[in-house]
């Protein structure tokens, strides 16, 4: 499947490592081409994969929600709350964005997954997963303030897409595909990061109420055209699939959609708290480095309304050489 040998063996050296998906330690690179558009302050212990940190988790978002710190939604539909839905909610990205806009009250959150009566079982319990090639602690989520509906960027249609999104003011794109069988795997991803993603955008315009789009994508993801096209990051994560291709495609196509969107660009996901300072960087940047899923989740909901992130591209990762701070909103 793979073109070389040599690619074969920096999978290898990723499964053997899976948390950081874009480059391990020894091959990691400076970010030598790195341009500030944002300092920002970090999130604190807000979710962790283990039941210890619960209470904690709770605690901490509450503090952020009474603070204003999440910056959500505030257009109201005709019940008198806004409306987000969240696709692919069931993911480790998607559940974390679900928890906190779930909190937040006043608001009226739609669950996008493949299959409503599986989503409740396992977003309501706490466990550990194996997803692709790794194995993950993921917390239970509160689901009492979330509306689950079948979402499925495979096989619905355009109309079934938008007919589930029906009256929204926002969306959070977190879906993607799963690695699994290396055979299936292209496939798999152009489906889902490819096609999938662009009926949602699609289904996002047809509704007419959708005016704001935040995805998830990653950071390489327009490598080729930036000269990291050989980087060990670039060559690990594209091997799975050739995502970083397919992504690129969805990107471009939000972009001339002509709603407002914002792209979140993440580097290697990590499952557990922040061990460093957010870092925003610009669009074509960042070549490597890792970030907790939980900031991913923070920034994309401060994403949904912070006039500043309007039809951009943030590239985020840690800064692991400052410790990290209380998430309060993405500052300039």
């Known amino acids: 499947m793979f073109a070389s040998t040599s690619i074969v063996c920096l999978l290898v050296a990723a499964l053997a490592n899976p948390t950081n998906a874009f480059a391990p330690a020894a091959l990691q690179t400076s970010v030598d081409r790195s341009t500030s558009l944002f300092s ?13 940190f619960a209470q904690a988790t709770k605690f901490a978002a509450g503090v952020a929600l009474a603070t204003g710190a999440f910056g959500l939604p505030n257009a109201a539909n005709a019940e008198g ?28 959150v739609i669950g996008g997954v493949r299959n409503v009566e599986k989503a409740a079982a396992s977003l309501g319990e706490s466990s550990t997963v194996v997803r692709g090639a790794m194995v993950q602690k993921v917390a239970s989520v509160d689901t009492s303030a979330v509306n689950l509906k079948q979402l499925d960027v495979v096989k619905d249609s355009v109309d079934d897409l938008a007919k589930t999104m029906e009256g929204a003011t926002t969306l959070v794109i977190a879906t993607g595909f799963i690695p699994g069988n290396p055979l299936k795997m292209n496939a798999a991803a152009h489906e889902v990061d490819n096609i999938g993603t662009i009926k949602l955008i699609d289904a996002a315009k047809k509704t007419g109420s959708i005016k704001k789009i935040v995805m998830v994508s990653s950071i390489l993801t327009n490598g080729r055209n930036w000269g990291q096209e050989k980087s060990p990051g670039f060559v690990i994560t594209n091997a799975f699939g050739q995502v970083l291709d397919e992504k690129l495609v969805a990107e471009n196509y939000l972009k001339k959609s002509g709603i407002d969107y914002t792209i979140v660009r993440p580097g290697g996901l990590k499952a557990k708290p922040p061990t460093g300072a957010l870092q925003i960087s610009g669009e074509d940047t960042l070549n490597s480095g890792e970030i907790s899923r939980d900031l991913v989740a923070d920034v994309c909901v401060a994403s949904l309304t912070d006039a500043k992130t309007s039809n951009k591209v943030l590239e985020i990762i840690e800064d692991e050489g400052t410790p990290p701070k209380v998430f309060n909103g993405l500052n300039m």
């Open 40 to 52: 920002a302050a970090n999130n604190e212990n807000l979710v962790d994969r283990r039941d210890a």
């Open 81 to 108: 709350a806004a409306k987000v839905v969240v696709a692919g909610a069931t993911g480790q990205t998607g559940r974390r964005v679900l928890e906190r806009l779930a909190s937040a009250g006043n608001l009226e």
